[in-house]
């Protein structure tokens, strides 16, 4: 999950996000308008000015699963995350994701999901948001709609994520961990839409659709293994 053949070495894809940073910019696929499937991208939330984010430091209450939080650091590679279809529904690379589609987001570096379930989340008593999962499989908690004002979720605009499962939307309040992630937004989901659950897609690899030679439509990209 997350990995490529590099000149038969294997790397993680934030190497390679960073490689092809570096040859074609900050994001490429940047003048496409809308957020396609398969890309790889952070997500900020617009009110408190923090990136959805994860590392390998484990929930110390609750499920005890992988912690999700919000950072303020713009370049860090643990706050990339892959748009991938569910279990049930495919997400062809390169198509636009639809208001109301329903996806995964995949953390790079680990290959977890991102999660939710009835845990409360450490600092609010809301409820937990975790990364779960292996090598990008885990389970129906793992789903997301995402809720956007038009036919496509556009680059440009806000949009907002409600758990499948619990209802319950992706959000961030405020409140700060101590040590050993000293700083960090706590994430949790809440049942009700408020500015604290709005998001906005900004760094990444965005998936375009190509012509093929015999110029009929082929969603090919960036060669990955996601």
Not at 42 to 71: A, M, W
Not at 191 to 203: G, N, R, V, Y
Request: aromatic residues 8%; hydrophobic residues 30%.
């Amino acid at each position: 999950m997350g990995r490529f053949n590099c000149a038969g070495l294997t790397c993680p894809l934030s190497t390679i996000i960073l490689l092809f940073s570096w040859i074609f910019g900050p994001s490429l696929g940047s003048e496409l308008s809308f957020v396609t499937c398969g890309s790889v991208i952070k997500l900020l939330n617009i009110k408190h000015n923090v990136r959805l984010h994860s590392h390998d430091v484990r929930y110390g209450s609750g499920s005890g699963q992988q912690s999700v939080t919000g950072v303020t650091a713009v370049e860090d590679s643990n706050s990339y995350w892959s748009i991938r279809g569910t279990r049930d529904t495919w997400c062809h690379r390169g198509t636009p994701i639809q208001c109301g589609q329903e996806i995964r987001l995949t953390h790079v570096n680990t290959g977890r999901n991102l999660h939710s379930h009835f845990f409360a989340s450490p600092l609010s008593s809301n409820q937990e948001v975790s990364a779960f999962g292996d090598e990008g499989e885990g389970d129906h908690l793992d789903e997301w709609t995402v809720q956007c004002g038009g036919s496509v979720w556009k680059r440009e605009e806000a949009v907002r994520f409600r758990h499948k499962a619990t209802d319950a939307l992706l959000s961030v309040t405020g409140e700060q961990y101590g040590r050993p992630i000293h700083g960090q937004r706590e994430v949790h989901a809440m049942a009700s839409p408020s500015q604290h659950s709005l998001w906005k897609a900004m760094e990444g690899i965005f998936m375009k659709p190509s012509e093929n030679p015999a110029g009929s439509r082929d969603y090919t990209h960036l060669h990955t293994e996601f």
